[in-house]
């Protein structure tokens, strides 16, 4: 079953179908020609986007957190990454959330990235747990170091999220691929020599 939280494009389908039922009837029954009848697909229409506006459901909470991690990194902000990650975080290269935190300082320290455009592949929520597959297109920063030998690359990474009270948080991230080509932690790693 559709959950109208997560598509209030449902509601705008009824209110169309609505709309025209009070067509078939106006025509069909024309001594009955009540205005109000109007009322029933336009408030159908209105109250689909107030559910869209007003209520964020669990899946563009996710989308949100991992759109904050862009931009973080985007921003070369190390600090604004902390809140995004669980305190159980850890991954096939990083033990713990402050080893990743660390490697994200030490890669943001200077002008790395000019900017990132996420693309969401797939993603599955069921509360308390999430998982996304997504892609980071990374355009770098002429004035980096790496603009010289790269002008992009394309990250596609699997984000697993815990829901920590009425937040969603990060518990792992894992590297997939950089450029269609398998990766993981270790290759980025062996790409700037340093370990953490």
């Keep these: 079953m559709r959950n109208i939280f997560e598509q209030p494009s449902l509601l705008l389908i009824v209110s169309a179908v609505a709309l025209l039922v009070v067509f078939v009837f106006r025509a069909l029954f024309p001594q009955s020609r009540k205005w109000w009848l109007w009322l029933l697909p336009i408030l159908l229409a209105a109250s689909a986007f107030a559910l869209d506006y007003f209520i964020e459901t669990d899946a563009e909470k996710v989308r949100a957190v991992l759109a ?3 931009k973080a990194v985007e921003k070369e902000d190390a600090e604004l990454l902390t809140p995004l990650f669980s305190d159980d975080y850890h991954d096939s290269f990083h ?3 402050e080893a990743l935190l660390n490697n994200c300082q030490w890669w943001l320290s200077g ?3 000019e900017k990132n455009i996420l693309r969401i592949v797939s993603l599955e929520v069921k509360p308390p747990n999430a998982e996304a597959v997504f892609t980071v297109r990374v355009v770098f920063d002429p004035q980096g170091p790496v603009f010289e030998y790269r002008k992009m690359m394309v990250f596609k990474l699997r984000a697993d999220l815990h829901k920590q009270g009425d937040n969603w948080c990060l ?4 590297i997939l691929e950089i450029d269609l080509q398998p990766a993981d932690w270790r290759r980025i790693q062996g790409l700037s020599g340093e370990v953490f």
Excluded: M
């Design 68 to 70: 904050r991690v862009v």
């Design 95 to 97: 033990a713990s959330r």
């Design 111 to 113: 002008p790395i990235i």
């Design 171 to 174: 518990s792992q991230v894992e």
